[in-house]
């Protein structure tokens, strides 16, 4: 009898010995983590231009098809230092990119077309809580050629009242989204929304319901390729292709419709050595979505119609 209740008891030990370790081991997938928090790169800075304002610190860490973090308490330690630095320099804005793996292509959590841009904005939202405001953060994104993305993100400080003019940066939030041309076939205005898209379009509806006051502001952009008055056209045609799919939704609000075509690149669409950058044209073709209202869309237009003056008077 005592040796039975003996092996009942070592049983017990076995079986909870498992269910401990494929709660760790299997839905956590915290086996090793030590090890793996061991080999991480310490190459994670803080970039303005060409220089590093904060260096030294343990790269962030992903898990395949995972937009969550995995954080240590370096990695901590370096958002808190970012957003301290933030705070006490209003006159700096960040860009945070993020890389995917090439297998990750296909994953579009949420809104946005890519897990890049998802891992992007988890990191934006960690310094959202640290107190730094969620505009003057934008995210961008990249493919990485590291099978094992061992430098997922990189963070570069600029002054937004000094971005070169031909360039703009992009926020991905709700209220300015954008979109890439994945939405349209190539040199086409048809437009065709994906999941992520259709999911952003049922949210604008219903805010532009519980908003009478609220108007959505629709800008199309375009590569460089083809000419500056085709590629004007071409992205006008698209933003009225957008509206058109937002009235088919039933979307009574005012829709505001206008182009950039190639005029405002968020990427080169050439290398600095000449030769064609079809990740940075495919950035560029893009179709921008930014609610607003009817106050601050009309002062927006007054204030561009000055600056237009003012340039006027100065040629």
């Known amino acids: 009898m005592r040796f039975l209740s003996l092996f009942v008891f070592l049983l017990f030990c076995v079986y909870v010995l498992a269910a401990r370790w494929y709660f760790v081991c299997q839905v956590r997938q915290l086996c090793g983590e030590e090890q793996v928090e061991e ?160 999911l952003y379009g049922d949210s604008v509806k219903t805010y532009l319901g519980l908003n009478p006051d609220a108007l959505i502001r629709i800008v ?22 957008a509206r058109d799919y937002f009235r088919e939704l039933g979307v009574e609000a005012k829709i505001e419709v206008e182009s950039a075509g190639e005029e405002r690149p968020v990427a080169p669409n050439t290398h600095p050595d000449g030769t064609d950058n079809p990740e940075g044209r495919q950035k560029n073709r893009r179709v921008n979505f930014i609610l607003t209202t009817s106050g601050e869309y009309e002062k927006e237009l007054e204030e561009n119609k000055k600056i237009l003056e003012d340039a006027s008077d100065l040629n």
């Open 39 to 198: 080999a991480r790169l310490k190459t994670l800075r803080l970039t303005e231009g060409d220089s590093a304002i904060l260096k030294g610190y343990d790269q962030f860490a992903f898990d395949s098809a995972s937009y969550q973090p995995r954080l240590n308490s370096n990695n901590e330690a370096f958002l808190d230092t970012v957003a301290a630095l933030l705070k006490t320099n209003p006159d700096r804005n960040m860009t945070i990119t993020a890389f995917y793996r090439d297998g990750e292509k296909g994953i579009k959590p949420g809104f946005f077309e890519n897990i890049g841009l998802a891992r992007a904005d988890q990191i934006r939202k960690l310094l959202m809580k640290r107190g730094v405001a969620q505009s003057r953060i934008s995210l961008d994104h990249g493919l990485s050629e590291d099978a094992q993305l061992k430098e997922p993100l990189l963070f570069d400080l600029y002054d937004p009242n000094n971005i070169p003019s031909d360039f703009e940066k992009v926020v991905f939030t709700f209220k300015n989204m954008t979109f890439s041309d994945a939405n349209f076939e190539y040199n086409s205005d048809v437009f065709k929304p994906g999941e992520p898209f259709k």
């Open 220 to 241: 199309g952009h375009t590569d460089s390729i083809g000419s500056a008055d085709y590629n004007l056209d071409l992205g006008m045609r698209r933003a009225q292709s």
